[in-house]
């Protein structure tokens, strides 16, 4: 059972902030907020992760909500380079299940 | 260079006939993972490892062996390949267990024919 829901597909002109949102509505306490993406067929490459705070890194911003049932993340200038599939993840930091990616947002970015 | 490497990139073999696709880090990391990609499927899981000798069932683990061995290297092994295990594979690893920063292999696309 997927834990996240997003967009499947977004566009994004060059240049422009490409805003992805996810939906994680049952995200426990403990839960932190994960976001991967997918370069064609590449493995997915790890770009942010976060607990209550808003977080940003040299790859992208992550906005969660107060009440922590949302998120967004934030690529401020959008290359055509981070054309790829997002993925919005929920997980305890020690978790031991399985780990869950859902069918992701598939993000176009246009020149 | 940190990295997970995977072997072979390609595959392609025919029903029944054993195989095994090697994973090796270099980041003495405690946590690995084999998952597989099918369009329209996403990523799934397949096997996971918490440390040496201590593995574990993912969401697809029918078909499927593992073993760790060795802290590096988590080999995923197909006993008598069948056509539905065509798919593109994954190996991950991490520091610890979950999902906090995954470093993924670039992947082994298998045909079974």
């Known amino acids: 059972d997927a834990k996240t829901t997003q967009p499947p597909s977004m566009d994004c002109a060059e240049g422009r902030a490409a805003n992805l949102p996810c939906n994680h509505s049952t995200i426990s306490g403990n839960e932190y907020v994960y976001w991967y993406r997918q370069i064609h067929s590449q493995g997915p490459q790890y770009i942010i992760h976060?607990?209550?705070n808003n977080e940003t890194n040299e790859m992208a911003s992550l906005i969660i909500t107060e009440d922590r049932k949302s998120s967004t993340l934030i690529l401020p200038h959008a290359t055509l380079r981070d054309t790829a599939v997002y993925y919005c993840?929920?997980?305890?930091?020690?978790?031991?299940?399985?780990?869950?990616f859902g069918p992701g947002t598939s993000l176009s970015v246009i020149p | 260079e940190a990295q997970v490497t995977q072997n072979p990139r390609y595959l392609i073999t025919v029903t029944g006939k054993k195989l095994t696709v090697t994973c090796s880090q270099n980041m003495n990391h405690e946590y690995m993972s084999w998952y597989r990609q099918d369009p329209g499927l996403g990523l799934r899981q397949i096997y996971y490892s918490m440390n040496v000798e201590v593995t574990d069932k993912g969401d697809v683990p029918e078909g499927y062996k593992v073993s760790r061995k060795e802290k590096r290297n988590f080999p995923l092994i197909l006993e008598s390949p069948s056509p539905n295990q065509t798919s593109l594979y994954f190996c991950?690893?991490?520091?610890?267990?979950?999902?906090?920063?995954?470093?993924f292999g670039p992947g082994t696309r298998l045909t079974v024919t």
């Open positions: 991950a690893s991490s520091l610890e267990a979950g999902a906090y920063e995954q470093y």
């Open positions: 993840i929920v997980s305890t930091k020690t978790s031991y299940d399985k780990v869950i």
């Open positions: 976060g607990l209550k």
